[in-house]
């Protein structure tokens, strides 16, 4: 079925907004006013209070991912862009204002006292720490910010290359670095890599603009700098910018030896000398491109398929997205980059946009998302609200469903995708994608981190500090010849410029999606019922809560670090 938002069950009618309110501020403004102004004197009338927020927030933020989806799969519709300017650039300010105002009234109020424990705990810690860190100057910076951002998405949007007299996206190029043909390959990579540059001062201008709003945003708020402003924005309660650090430590120590172990493999079988960055996708054998499907059909059957044997409530919440449309996959002209999870918070129903091309990676992602999908459910099913669910999450535990589900998935491609062998080499592939994973995640966070611990840099300083970061921690290919497209490499990763600061998270939430996914090769039932048990919760709980109540420790450290580096590295080894 194709994505049709009019037609989407309503199955939870708003009891406090109008039904048939239009979710503009003309409208919205009396009803942000009303709880602005009704007195929450006792325990009674504060709960209510917060019951019909949250019924509020819920319409507003479903406005929001509605005109996020409409924008990303058409970046080129000129009525989807304007929604989505009309949101980031006129509506969103507006509502920051007044749910600030909102969020000051919970936290004067006394009757917060006498709310039932632990039920608010997580919420008084939150909008205690809105709060603290909220200035009215920033708003129209946060709507600025959101501006760049739309051209960034645009210019991303609009990259196609001609390739042997067709026309390619970005993403539809990636494929043709698996193919065995080498001088293709480079051909592929070389083409890609021209567009892109072609674009590069552009999106150094757009980055250029929003590190100074940034920068300005953590300084009205009164911290040193953006990196720290956002550690409080992103409620990061539960470690810091120097914990941080030493996870950068630690991987480099026991993550980046492993990951180039498997390069100096990799060039050995290819018979090279040194490995190029077209040389990385390719089977190290010589086989051709594993092909798990033609169309993506063959993709939601598969993932089906591997969902029943994975759990029949998985399954059941997996055929309800089909049944409704609430997935976008392929790619094409004129759609955003990437892919992504978003949750329509009144309908309560998740959303998936890919961008798939028939690669074994497409299946990764999509087993990935719909792990993000599926805490959806649990908490929907569980009946929390809004402010225990979907956006407001910490993204250190939702990342752990997302990758767990994808690793715990990979355990079922065998009779799906692949036979016994492609299942055995994809599922090598798997495992080498994570090892170079944290690898990643370590490069992009240690380069958020000097770009805003520096501020007023040049362009060229930035290239140069990415430059020394990338080969920090990266493996043993070769950018000689080639050193515009390495110093430029980083404007690909769109959480630069979209989601500042977030991507330590994938780091944390490995962590503990490889715990889930070592006890489910051991103890199915017994991993999948503390997973699910854990996602149910939302973010009710503390971090290290939710990570207890998953059976797993709440660990960033080396200890932590070096004992998976050792369990990927034996995993690896047996998939040889």
Known sequence: MVFDYPSLPREFPRRYVPQAMSLEWESLSPVFEELRTRPIESRERLEKWLADEDELNAAVYEKRALTTINYSRQT???????????????????????????????????????????????????????????????????????????????????????????????????????????????????????????????????FDGMVGVRNRVGRNAGFQN?????????????????????????????????????????????????????????????????????????????????????????SKYYDRMTELGLRDLESRKGKAPGGFQDEFTELRLPFIFLNASGRDADVRVLLHESGHSFHSFLMRDAGLPLYYSGQNLPSEFAEVASTSMELVGCEHVEGTFYGPEDARRSNREEVVSMIKLFAWVATIDAFQHWVYTNPGHSAAERADAWSSIFMRFQGLESYEGHEQALRHRWQRQLHLFQFPFYYIEYGIATLGALGIWLRYR???????????????????????????????PWDMGEGMIEWYSRELRSIWKSYA
Not at 184 to 195: H, I, M, Q, S
Not at 235 to 263: G, M, Q, W
Not at 522 to 543: F, H, N, T, W
């Open 76 to 206: 080129d519709n000129e009525a989807f862009k304007e929604a989505y300017s009309d949101y980031f650039q006129e509506l969103e300010p507006k509502v920051k204002l007044a749910s600030f105002e909102l969020e000051k009234r919970y936290a004067s109020s006394p009757a917060r006292k006498d709310l039932p424990r632990p039920l608010y705990q997580m919420t008084d810690r939150v909008r205690d720490n809105a709060v603290s860190i909220f200035r009215e100057a920033n708003v129209p910076l946060e709507k600025e910010d959101a501006g760049l951002a739309e051209k960034y998405q645009a210019t991303m949007g609009a990259m196609t290359i001609q390739f042997r007299g067709e026309e390619k996206t970005v993403q539809q190029m990636f494929k043709f670095l698996e193919q065995t043909d080498r001088s293709l390959r480079e051909e592929a990579w070389k083409l890609t890599v021209d567009r892109l540059l072609k674009d590069a001062q552009k999106l150094d201008e757009i």
């Open 226 to 314: 953006f990196r720290d402003y956002a550690f409080r924005q992103r409620n990061r309660f539960d470690y810091t910018p120097e914990d941080c650090r030493k996870f950068h430590d630690a991987v480099e120590k026991h993550f980046v030896p492993l990951s180039r172990e498997i390069d100096k493999e990799r060039a050995a079988r290819l018979g090279l000398d040194r490995l190029t960055p077209w040389d990385l996708q390719v089977d190290p054998a010589g086989r051709p491109p594993l092909a798990p499907f033609k169309s993506t059909d063959d993709l939601v059957a598969g993932c089906a398929k591997i969902f029943r044997e994975v759990d029949p409530q998985f």
């Open 522 to 552: 051991r103890d199915p039932e017994g991993a999948v019922a503390s997973y699910k048990q854990a996602l149910s919760l939302g973010c009710s709980k503390s971090l290290p809560e939710l990570f207890r109540t998953a059976g797993l």
